[in-house]
């Protein structure tokens, strides 16, 4: 998995298997759009997908608490490369975090 112009769009192997997980913070689940399809995703699980065109995952991150919160997530491929950090710490007053990623060929 390569970067294309940022840590949010990816290039990636035919085939290749990407992995996505929170890592840390205090955000205990998250809510992934995978080309359509809903799931939830907990602190410290991952979830994996197989990329053979282009593939489009919207992770909404939910905050408890006016202030204070974090989220730390990696996404990575199996064929290694690039791997996408996201760290993001909540503005005040902040409710709902949303990052895109884009995954093709």
């Not at 949010?8 to 085939?15: E, H, I, R, T």
């Not at 909404?60 to 996408?84: C, E, H, I, L, R």
């Amino acid at each position: 998995m390569e970067f294309r112009n940022s840590r949010f769009n990816l290039k990636c192997q035919p085939g290749e298997e990407v992995t996505i997980q929170i890592v840390a913070g205090t955000v205990e689940q998250a809510a992934l759009d995978l080309d359509g399809q809903s799931r939830n995703l907990r602190k410290g699980q991952t979830f994996s997908f197989e990329v053979q065109g282009t593939r489009r995952l919207t992770v909404g991150y939910p905050f408890q608490t006016d202030s204070g919160n974090f989220y730390t997530t990696v996404v990575k491929g199996s064929a290694g490369g690039d791997v996408s950090v996201d760290f993001h710490m909540q503005l005040p007053e902040e409710t709902f975090k949303a990052r895109r990623y884009l995954f093709s060929l």
